[in-house]
């Protein structure tokens, strides 16, 4: 069946601007996390759902980053005010019932590569 | 010290070697440790998990995980030009929504 997709693929945008990052979890997926990946670097986790309940919000790294899920399938990554330091690969993964089970993994869409000028 | 460690190389080896890719970690009650391979500009792709201490072979990789040293390391044997990529080391959190962390990734060339 189909991956995560996630779309933009590349967004530039101007310091100042709102983003918004879509992100459509494998079907089925109850679970569906946003990670933040800068260059050279492992990916950084920022939220977390379960459903449309956001269960876990820690990574978030200001009140500039607000994610949603309303219907418990599409999530969208929105950044407000970009700047300079958010330009980086936004990464979605989605999994079937985090955290179940101990074997349960998460797969990763293409990522959206955002540049802040 | 980080939560999780990899060192980021480059790590070169020649085609048909043996490369070894190692990982540390701080929390010792993690149970639940994954590789990724990360082509560049590609998202991550799982390749291999482990649980339980000991090895685990699929095919050219063993992943082999020591709690009590907190080590897990994979091994990719008869290395290949493909292979060459940036492998990370996740590791299951033990508590509040076990969240994985990622290490920041060992940079692997396989050369001809």
């Known amino acids: 069946g189909a991956g995560v997709s996630q779309s933009p693929r590349y967004k530039v945008a101007k310091r100042g601007q709102d983003v918004a990052l879509r992100c459509d979890p494998i079907s089925g997926h109850v679970s569906l996390f946003w990670y933040q990946q800068a260059l050279g670097q492992g990916p950084e986790f920022l939220t977390y759902?379960?459903?449309?309940?956001?269960?876990?919000k820690s990574g978030l790294p200001s009140d500039r980053f607000f994610a949603e899920r309303p219907e418990g399938s599409v999530s969208t990554l929105k950044i407000q005010r970009t700047q300079q330091e958010d330009s980086a690969v936004y990464l979605c993964?989605?999994?079937?019932?985090?955290?179940?089970?101990?074997?349960?993994?998460?797969?990763f869409g293409p990522g959206t590569r955002l540049l802040v000028l | 010290q980080k939560e999780v460690e990899q060192n980021s190389g480059p790590l070169s080896v020649p085609e048909g070697a043996i490369a070894s890719l190692n990982c540390t970690y701080s929390?010792?009650?993690?149970?639940?440790f994954f590789w990724y391979r990360q082509y560049s500009g590609k998202s991550p792709e799982l390749i291999m998990s482990i649980y339980s201490n000991g090895d685990k072979e699929d095919g050219r990789f063993t992943a082999q995980l020591n709690k009590a040293s907190q080590y897990v390391s994979l091994l990719i044997r008869d290395s290949q030009p493909s292979d060459s990529a940036t492998y990370l080391c996740a590791v299951r959190k033990s508590g509040g929504s076990y969240i994985p962390t990622f290490g920041r990734g060992t940079s692997l060339i396989v050369h001809p």
């Open positions: 993964a989605s999994s079937l019932d985090w955290p179940a089970e101990i074997q349960e993994t998460q797969y």
């Open positions: 929390d010792r009650g993690s149970q639940s």
């Open positions: 759902f379960q459903n449309e309940a956001q269960l876990d």
